[in-house]
């Protein structure tokens, strides 16, 4: 069992609403990796609650590397909210998993407050394959942008999601890098 890590001191009713959030997500995923989504999702809520945007990753579905659930929720959310600063918002994205590279970049930029992931990185990588990418110190740079981040939520969980997919002989979408 994964202990939680965070960027700030652990808010048990933040926690557990994550907790909830996340369960929830993991719960949906396997009905989108059969449809050929997958295998994260990302979720973003309101302050008060409001699903404001939830949707998988579509890479391959897409042919698109960069529809990574997270940025295609963060996307939805700008779209829904007419706007490319969601800051004025207070929003908290949700995902299964750490964030990679790409989307931490996202998140930055996008204005979000709140980071909620289920499976870390390694984790992801010891079980995929995927290449998460280089991340040095991000809950610190996270913290000094004002952006708050909880992790390791139900990481067993989200494991057997991503064991289910790559069951399924889903492609791990990594490009060919000479060596």
Same mark, same amino acid.
């Given at each position: 069992?994964?202990?939680?890590?965070?960027?700030?001191?652990?808010?048990?009713?933040?926690?557990?609403?994550?907790? &909830?959030?996340?369960?929830? /997500? $993991?719960?949906?995923?396997?009905? %989108?990796?059969?449809?050929?989504? *997958?295998?994260?999702?990302?979720?973003?809520?309101?302050?008060?609650?409001?699903?404001?945007?939830?949707?998988?990753?579509?890479?391959?579905?897409?042919?698109?590397?960069?529809?990574?659930?997270?940025?295609?929720?963060?996307?939805?959310?700008?779209?829904?909210?007419?706007?490319?600063?969601?800051? &004025?918002?207070?929003?908290? /994205? $949700?995902?299964?998993?750490?964030? %990679?590279?790409?989307?931490?970049? *996202?998140?930055?930029?996008?204005?979000?407050?709140?980071?909620?992931?289920?499976?870390?990185?390694?984790?992801?990588?010891?079980?995929?394959?995927?290449?998460?990418?280089?991340?040095?110190?991000?809950?610190?740079?996270?913290?000094?942008?004002?952006?708050?981040?909880?992790?390791?939520?139900?990481?067993?969980?989200?494991?057997?999601?991503?064991?289910?997919?790559?069951?399924?002989?889903?492609?791990?979408?990594?490009?060919?890098?000479?060596?």
């Amino acid at each position: 069992m994964n202990t939680i890590i965070a960027n700030e001191n652990i808010d048990d009713k933040k926690l557990a609403r994550a907790k &909830k959030i996340i369960s929830e /997500l $993991y719960k949906e995923l396997p009905d %989108c990796i059969d449809g050929g989504y *997958g295998p994260f999702m990302a979720a973003i809520y309101d302050t008060d609650g409001n699903l404001i945007a939830k949707t998988a990753n579509n890479v391959m579905h897409s042919k698109c590397s960069h529809n990574h659930a997270e940025m295609n929720a963060i996307k939805m959310a700008e779209e829904k909210l007419g706007t490319h600063d969601l800051s &004025k918002y207070d929003l908290s /994205l $949700y995902s299964t998993a750490e964030p %990679c590279m790409m989307c931490l970049g *996202g998140i930055m930029w996008s204005g979000i407050k709140n980071v909620y992931f289920g499976v870390p990185s390694d984790v992801v990588e010891s079980i995929t394959g995927f290449d998460e990418g280089f991340k040095q110190n991000w809950l610190n740079e996270f913290k000094q942008r004002g952006i708050t981040v909880y992790g390791n939520i139900n990481v067993d969980a989200g494991a057997k999601v991503l064991e289910y997919y790559m069951k399924q002989r889903k492609i791990v979408y990594n490009p060919n890098r000479k060596q």
